[in-house]
């Protein structure tokens, strides 16, 4: 029975930049880590945490009142929902209507709701200006890389745009060829080489970049064909990095392409033209569009 080929595997996912891995034995620490992991979890799962946390602590509280009778004036004895609601407005110093602590009991859990109530609401709002107030690129990079004469020299190109109205200043760029190599003691091992580019910094981010590595004798690529690529489980990693001129921050996106998303021997379809008036037009609907080079 012959095995099935492997999966082809990627280190950077295209959907979301971020490294695809699966990591195994390595010591865990979720309560010193809690704060980076809150900053990068969705925001889905972030409010779903904050609900479920804002709940389970008024049942937490709410079965406490209900330990011990008396506790809420005006509440019907052994009444769930009373001390559950009774609980939401204690949390969340709403102040009381019908219902108001009626013991030392009440008192003393009133007053440690109040506490964690001001220091939730408190860490949430801070957590919630910390996740908006992150700066992100939201840079557009073609689906595809391809090989293709640049000013005479066969060259490997990819395009990028900046998919926000605003400006990136200092922008840099770097390449990276990732693939299966053996060592002279026969060790296969993964290496990571540097392809070097026409131009790896921008001044000024704020159309297209197309990006530029000649595939002569200095680059890894050199000698390279589709198969040996696909055979070496190749893959091509980008790293951006600019200063976003709104917040004065640094801002990075990463992607990747692997060799079934080269097309070689084809070209870009040009995106920007001019109009009678002047102007210039980039049209995003044509960004991702490649066409075989004349004679292909």
Known sequence: MVDPAPKRSRIISRGTGRASLLIVGRPRRPITDLYHWVLTTSWLRFFGILVGGYLLANVAFATGYILQPGSIENSEPGSFSDAFFFSVQTMATIGYGAMAPGSLWGHVLVTAEAFVGLVGFAMATG??????????????????????????????????????????????????????EVTVEGERIRR???MRLVRATNPLFVLTWTAIHPLDETSPMWGETPESLLASQAEIIVSFVGLDETFSQTVHARHSYVVEEIRWDHRFRDVISVLSDGVRKIDYSLFHDVEPLPGN
Do not use: C, W, Y
């Not at 595809?144 to 020299?153: N, Y």
């Not at 490997?156 to 760029?173: D, H, K, P, S, W």
């Open 192 to 194: 990571f080489h540097d």
């Open 127 to 180: 957590i919630m200006f910390a996740k908006f107030a992150r700066p992100t690129a939201r840079v557009l990079f073609s689906d595809v890389a391809i090989v293709a004469p640049r000013d005479g020299v066969r060259s490997l190109q990819f395009r990028m745009a900046n998919q926000r109205g605003n400006q990136i200043v200092e922008a840099t760029l770097r390449v990276i060829l990732s693939k299966n």
